[in-house]
């Protein structure tokens, strides 16, 4: 059975750092990798996909990365802003299955 | 615009009632889902349907019934509501097992 973790929980930060975000799945026979924002009382927001056979992937400030052997991906996010704080899940899906297995998320705050 | 929608944004109603939840989506996907979030904000699969065909099933109460008229909607109805169904209920929907699009919940309160 897929487990998805993501430690720490929450993370507060002052304005300007990079930070790492990390995730940890327990089956590495994943088809894709998908890392979500979520801000207070609202949807998921997809932020980047990376597929099984890709090591990174890149937006803007954002690179997530990925080590199918290892179980685990990173998302890196470049000179935190106080709009970045959001609640960050990820999320894994098996090969050959619609379905997606999210860990509990991370709460980052970012201070001025 | 708005590429995944739902209906209705709050629901409150009283244990014991039916209700229902409605889902859109304009991408043009194959496959829709409804997701639980609980109040320790943990996202759960519920269900899933791809070219209005039920695919996954988690363990559901049977109180809950996914209905899917077309590709583009998929409704949830939940008989008999229970305090513990209090919750917030996501609909996404993807182009098979492609980058999954999520709406902007549906927050149910039973009282």
């Known amino acids: 059975k897929q487990e998805v973790t993501q430690i720490p929980a929450a993370l507060s930060v002052p304005e300007g750092e990079n930070l790492v975000l990390n995730c940890s799945f327990t089956?590495?026979?994943?088809?894709?990798l998908q890392w979500f924002r979520q801000d207070p009382g609202k949807g998921l927001t997809s932020l980047l996909l990376i597929q099984s056979s890709q090591r990174e992937q890149t937006s803007g400030r954002l690179n997530a990365s990925l080590d199918k052997s290892s179980g685990r991906s990173t998302l890196y996010i470049a000179a935190s802003q106080p709009g970045d704080s959001a609640t960050y899940l990820c999320a894994v899906r098996a090969g050959g299955s619609e379905k997606l297995v999210f860990g509990k998320g991370m709460k980052l705050t970012v201070n001025p | 615009d708005t590429a995944v929608s739902q209906t209705p944004k709050y629901l409150v109603t009283q244990m014991g009632n039916d209700k229902s939840i409605k889902c859109e989506q304009n991408l043009g996907h194959d496959t829709m889902y409804w997701y639980k979030q609980d109040s320790k904000k943990f996202l759960k699969i519920m269900f899933s349907y791809n070219n209005k065909e039920l695919i996954i099933n988690e363990t559901v109460p049977n109180r809950f019934s996914p209905k899917s008229p077309d590709k583009a909607h998929l409704n949830l109805h939940i008989n008999s509501l229970e305090l513990g169904d209090s919750a917030v209920y996501f609909c996404?929907?993807?182009?098979?097992?492609?980058?999954?699009?999520f709406g902007p919940g549906t927050r149910l309160t039973v009282t």
């Open positions: 996404a929907s993807s182009q098979s097992t492609h980058e999954q699009y």
């Open positions: 089956d590495s026979a994943i088809y894709n």
